[in-house]
């Protein structure tokens, strides 16, 4: 991960992808209720996809990070004292994460 590197992300660009990973298990829940194929529909469809795709290139670390980040929804401080996460893998990881997301959906 240390070897990663990325370009600088537009601010409002890293805070839609962030906010896109932070819903992902709440959309994916919605989606499987929802039923037809609007527009919305789609789009949901495609970025749920987008991410899992994003997660599944993933090594093991960064994995295991996207889980504890975007799926438990831990912040940092309750990351390092419940999963001994250090503040700089925390948000070395949160940040490839998002990098890689926008990527994934031709946001940059």
């Known amino acids: ?9 537009p601010w409002h660009i890293r805070q839609y992808v962030k906010k ?10 919605l989606l499987s209720k929802l039923k037809g194929s609007t527009r919305e529909l789609l789009l949901l469809k495609l970025r749920l996809e987008q991410i899992e795709r994003v997660f599944e290139r993933l090594d ?3 994995r295991e990070a996207a889980q504890i980040i975007f799926i ?4 940092q401080g309750g990351a390092e004292v419940a999963k001994g996460i ?19 959906m031709e946001l940059i």
Request: glycine share 2%.
């Open 1 to 9: 991960m240390s070897n990663y590197h990325y370009v600088k992300i």
């Open 20 to 29: 896109e990973l932070m819903d992902y298990e709440k959309n994916k829940k």
């Open 60 to 62: 093991k670390n960064d």
């Open 72 to 75: 438990d929804k831990y912040t």
């Open 86 to 104: 250090s503040k700089g893998a925390y948000y070395n990881a949160m940040n490839k994460i998002i990098y890689l997301t926008a990527v994934e």
